[in-house]
């Protein structure tokens, strides 16, 4: 059965008096201009006119990122820990929102939920903004009646998560940024410098060095190919896009190619086990039943190879094992997370045992970002000694003979 589609959420601007007779000029959000103002005179006000707003607007709305997502978050909780009714926080959160389309998103909940829906059902018509897991969190919140609490620990684990990924892309960026700009110079050097010298060269009469005539010979390729070369650069890109876009048997090859590169892969190790951890510590402490825990845990990994570890987990637990032998019977978790679980589970504090995994794997991620960084820096030094100093060195190389034979 097909479902209905969601009504498109609307801006409408609007001149009124309120209690006072005080004139007021203003805009609010609704599906259709009679529940605008509706919502207007719920709140005091005497309409007097009422019109939609263009769509069309010359400020950039922008995309909105998983960090827009935590600080809209950690603004709601700290809105209603103050006390501020939940209905007035989406107001004041909203107006803080730099992102035109949070902000847009956060009205059209606050629409939903002034309409007599609550907070689990207006987040699950924004799928792509808020997953399965956080609606699940919100949700549980809102039954035991502790939601202030709940979004309190949902924006921490947000927080936590967006600071792992940042950290991990920062290892990542530095490298290869450089490493682009290095190609792109050398491919100057060869289209551009190599063939002044190469016409300069051609007047001496004399045999040039083996390293020179190579340098020339690839100038001379790339002069005549140079078409062929981007063709063939964009389409190996394009195609790895597609492959990793449209392909499940790519991505997961991907992953276990990740976890055995050299140097990445104990950084993707650690930052595995982190969202693991942080994870399954978020949702037990929830309320949220383990074996459903587990399969939330399952999906937030981000690596195939935990991911299918992490189900057959969920399996043993449900047939009556406990967390700690599944996970050691897996062969793949370390061993300071297994005996951290282990106590959690005789303690009783299973939560609090994994939050401190959490917190351990996120600080270990956060040093190996640093010694990589460290580390890639005289690595990066020598590759562009090697790409520019070479050419260099091959240009001059045939001058630097004939003064010596001088």
């Known amino acids: 059965m097909a479902t209905k589609k969601a009504d498109a959420i609307l801006t409408f601007g609007y001149e009124a008096t309120d209690r006072k007779g005080q004139k007021i000029k203003g805009e609010v959000t609704g599906t259709n201009i009679a529940l605008a103002k509706a919502q207007l005179r719920k709140q005091g006000f005497n309409v007097q006119k009422i019109s939609k707003k263009s769509s069309f607007s010359f400020q950039r709305k922008g995309k909105i990122s998983p960090m827009d997502v935590a600080i809209f978050t950690r603004q709601l909780a700290t809105m209603m820990k103050a006390?501020?009714?939940?209905?007035?926080?989406?107001?004041?959160?909203?107006?803080?929102?730099?992102?035109?389309?949070?902000?847009?998103?956060?009205?059209?909940?606050k629409a939903e939920v002034e309409g007599g829906g609550n907070f689990t059902t207006a987040l699950r018509k924004y799928p792509l903004y808020f997953d399965e897991l956080f609606c699940s969190l919100v949700e549980s919140g809102e039954q035991s009646g502790a939601l202030e609490t709940m979004l309190d620990r949902v924006a921490e684990y947000k927080e936590k998560s967006e600071q792992l990924k940042q950290k991990i892309k920062k290892a990542m960026k530095y490298p290869i940024s450089v490493i682009?700009?290095?190609?792109?110079?050398?491919?100057?050097?060869?289209?551009?410098?190599?063939?002044?010298?190469?016409?300069?060269?051609?007047?001496?009469?004399?045999?040039?060095?083996?390293f020179t005539m190579m340098v020339v010979n690839m100038s001379k390729w790339l002069q005549a190919n140079w078409f062929y070369a981007l063709v063939i650069v964009l389409g190996i890109g394009g195609a790895f896009t597609e492959a990793k876009k449209r392909?499940?048997?790519?991505?997961?090859?991907?992953d276990r190619l990740a976890l055995k590169a050299p140097i990445v892969g104990d950084l993707v190790?650690?930052?595995?086990?982190?969202?693991?951890?942080?994870?399954?510590?978020?949702?037990?402490?929830?309320?949220?039943?383990l074996v459903d825990a587990l399969v939330s845990c399952a999906g937030a990994a981000g690596n195939i190879v935990y991911y299918d570890a992490i189900m057959k987990i969920k399996d043993e637990v449900s047939s009556g094992q406990q967390l700690?032998?599944?996970?050691?019977?897996?062969?793949?978790?370390?061993?300071?997370?297994?005996?951290?679980?282990?106590?959690?589970?005789?303690?009783?504090?299973?939560?609090?045992?994994?939050?401190?995994?959490?917190?351990?794997?996120?600080?270990?991620?956060?040093?190996?970002?640093d010694g990589l960084t460290s580390m890639m820096e005289p690595l990066i030094m020598s590759v562009l000694g090697v790409l520019i100093g070479g050419l260099v060195i091959a240009m001059y190389l045939p001058i630097f003979q004939m003064g010596s034979v001088v």
């Not at 939940?86 to 730099?98: N, P, T, W, Y």
């Not at 682009?180 to 001496?204: D, H, R």
């Not at 190790?269 to 949220?288: E, P």
């Open 83 to 109: 006390g501020v009714p939940l209905v007035q926080s989406f107001e004041i959160v909203a107006e803080g929102l730099d992102n035109l389309a949070m902000r847009e998103v956060v009205m059209g909940i």
């Open 180 to 210: 682009v700009v290095a190609i792109i110079v050398t491919v100057i050097l060869l289209l551009k410098v190599v063939p002044v010298f190469q016409s300069m060269f051609e007047g001496f009469g004399a045999q040039l060095p083996a």
């Open 247 to 254: 392909s499940i048997a790519f991505n997961h090859a991907l």
């Open 324 to 369: 700690g032998f599944a996970m050691r019977q897996s062969g793949i978790f370390p061993s300071m997370a297994l005996q951290m679980v282990a106590i959690g589970e005789e303690s009783g504090a299973l939560d609090a045992m994994l939050d401190k995994v959490a917190t351990y794997f996120e600080n270990e991620v956060d040093n190996a970002v």
């Open 269 to 289: 190790y650690k930052s595995v086990v982190a969202r693991f951890a942080r994870t399954l510590a978020t949702t037990f402490a929830a309320g949220v039943p």
